[in-house]
């Protein structure tokens, strides 16, 4: 492991076996930190479950995989209690979950619709089960990878995928709201989202290359994650998180983080100066 800043403190990361949510688990490990997975239960997805937690078990780190309903609020509760009964605490969470969708309304079906909103369903319902835990720790925080809450930017992302943007502003809301609700208890409560796209399967599936090349490596918001739950818990909390402002501001070089830094930068979603004309290629198809 590199270092040990967060040795002995338990990490909860949800979509942590694919994708970002896997750099994300990788970058907690590396700092000393036991890393429980969540992977939703889904039929569907191909991606090997365990190979993330495997990984970095092998490179010395602690890491173990749980397959949850993240759509049943039984399932998350019981899965959270197993967590802390293994661990022994859990100090972290990291809601990292997010199903897609990019389709017009006109489009999308109530299925679709129900299944979407999952995202708000396990992001909440996961908070309110490692709470009582987070109480006990010394420093804690809750991290939601959802975007900040600015009415323009939100006109914009409704008019182009309504019912994703509900799903990752209700997850916001959920930021407003429990770092108000839990700010006497010490939770650190934020949201952390993305200056680029980072580049991920899903974003390679959705969008256009030139997006691609305008994103970051998935890295950086990790490395911004990580760095958020150093901070106290009691000062630092219903923030709505940057991570190449943040990381810039503590001062580090985001350059390294660029796919290509030749490249002109591209913009995500629910930020000023997002150009719906680059990210829409392949939304609506």
């Not at 429980?36 to 010395?60: F, R």
């Not at 972290?92 to 990019?102: A, C, D, G, K, T």
């Not at 323009?152 to 943007?165: R, T």
């Not at 943040?246 to 000023?272: E, M, N, S």
Request: charged share 20%; glycine share 6%.
């Amino acid at each position: 492991m590199k270092n040990a800043s967060l040795k002995n403190k338990t990490v909860i990361v949800t979509a942590g076996n694919q994708g970002g949510g896997a750099i994300v688990a990788a970058r907690f490990a590396e700092a000393g930190a036991k890393v429980a997975i969540i992977a939703h239960t889904d039929p569907l997805n191909k991606t090997p479950l365990t190979e993330v937690s495997n990984s970095i078990t092998q490179s010395g780190g602690t890491a173990q995989t749980w397959e949850v309903d993240l759509l049943n609020a039984t399932s998350i509760r019981a899965t959270a209690n197993e967590i802390a009964s293994h661990f022994g605490h859990i100090d972290i969470l990291v809601n990292n979950f997010s199903f897609f969708h990019f389709k017009p309304s006109l489009e999308t079906t109530p299925e679709e619709f129900n299944k979407i909103l999952g995202n708000i369903h396990a992001t909440f319902f996961l908070s309110q089960a490692c709470i009582p835990y987070l109480q006990k720790s010394e420093n804690p925080h809750v991290i939601n990878i959802a975007p900040p809450l600015d009415m323009d930017c939100a006109k914009a992302a409704c008019e182009h995928h309504l019912l994703f943007s509900i799903s990752k502003y209700g997850m916001s809301l959920c930021t407003l709201g429990m770092a108000e609700e839990f700010k006497n208890a010490g939770i650190a409560i934020n949201s952390l989202w993305q200056a680029r796209p980072v580049v991920t399967q899903t974003l390679q599936r959705n969008f256009d290359d030139i997006v691609s090349k305008g994103s970051n490596k998935a890295e950086i918001y990790a490395e911004a994650a990580y760095q958020i739950v150093l901070m106290p818990a009691k000062d630092f909390t219903g923030n709505f998180v940057i991570d190449e402002e943040f990381l810039t501001k503590a001062g580090q070089d985001i350059q390294c983080y660029a796919i290509d830094p030749a490249a002109k930068p591209v913009r995500d979603i629910f930020l000023p100066g997002v150009d719906y004309a680059v990210l829409k290629i392949k939304m609506e198809k």
